[in-house]
Antibody, heavy 120, light 110 residues
Framework: QVQLVQSGSELKKPGASVKVSCKASGYTFSSYAMNWVRQAPGQGLEWMGWINTNTGNPTYAQGFTGRFVFSLDTSVTTAYLEISSLKAEDTAFYYCARDPGGVTHWFDPWGQGTLVTVSP | QSVLTQPPSTSGTPGQRVTISCSGSSSNIGINTVNWYQQLPGTAPKVLIY???QRPSGVPDRFSGSKSGTSASLAISGLQSEDEADYYCAAWDDSLNGWVFGGGTKLTVL
């Protein structure tokens, strides 16, 4: 079945970097875009952007430029989110989500989420 | 401040029908389709309704979606205790060139 499995929780100090992985299985990885969504503790969902899994071209939402990098390793059907110069406000769950759409688009499935905690 | 506006909370009793509204604008809901996501406590979101009113396989027909103008609604009939969750609407915004979400609605089953 189509599945996205993310890496485990991370505890980082301010100023450090973190790399979250999202392993895809059950479908042709390069045929569907991958999105990233952030959810701060107790808050709503915020779209971070997406990466074209065929070309590797990333698109970042407003507010997610500079310190956020989307990348791929197609040989292992995995998408990555790297955040540098971590700040306390980066503490959140980060989800990857596939876009299965053609004419219209939505997110399905979602990864289980990766909690990144930034604390001294 | 979310681009799409949802009520923060709603509630109902088992068997009741509840609706959750999602208000947007001409740059998002007015010209693009709406998706709804359900987030059960402690879990990742999952798609409930896509393309305004389409249910993925496995989603009970108790859940239905509709859209009119710049607003959309999610209806849940025959409310069950396992429906207690957060519900989010989402749509592509042509002005922002990105996906926008509602702030989420917490459904409590009394």
């Amino acid at each position: 079945q189509v599945q996205l499995v993310q890496s485990g929780s991370e505890l980082k100090k301010p100023g450090a970097s973190v790399k979250v992985s999202c392993k895809a299985s059950g479908y042709t990885f390069s045929s569907y875009a991958m999105n990233w969504v952030r959810q701060a503790p107790g808050q709503g969902l915020e779209w971070m952007g997406w990466i074209n899994t065929n070309t590797g071209n990333p698109t970042y939402a407003q507010g997610f430029t500079g310190r956020f990098v989307f990348s791929l390793d197609t040989s292992v059907t995995t998408a990555y989110l790297e955040i540098s110069s971590l700040k306390a406000e980066d503490t959140a769950f980060y989800y990857c989500a596939r876009d299965p759409g053609g004419v219209t688009h939505w997110f399905d499935p979602w990864g289980q989420g990766t909690l990144v905690t930034v604390s001294p | 401040q979310s681009v799409l506006t949802q009520p923060p909370s709603t509630s109902g009793t088992p068997g009741q029908r509840v609706t959750i509204s999602c208000s947007g604008s001409s740059s998002n809901i007015g010209i693009n389709t709406v998706n709804w996501y359900q987030q059960l406590p402690g879990t990742a979101p999952k798609v409930l309704i896509y393309s305004n009113n389409q249910r993925p396989s496995g989603v009970p027909d108790r859940f239905s979606g509709s859209k009119s103008g710049t607003s959309a609604s999610l209806a849940i009939s025959g409310l069950q205790s396992e429906d207690e969750a957060d519900y989010y609407c989402a749509a592509w915004d042509d002005s922002l060139n990105g996906w926008v979400f509602g702030g989420g609605t917490k459904l409590t089953v009394l």
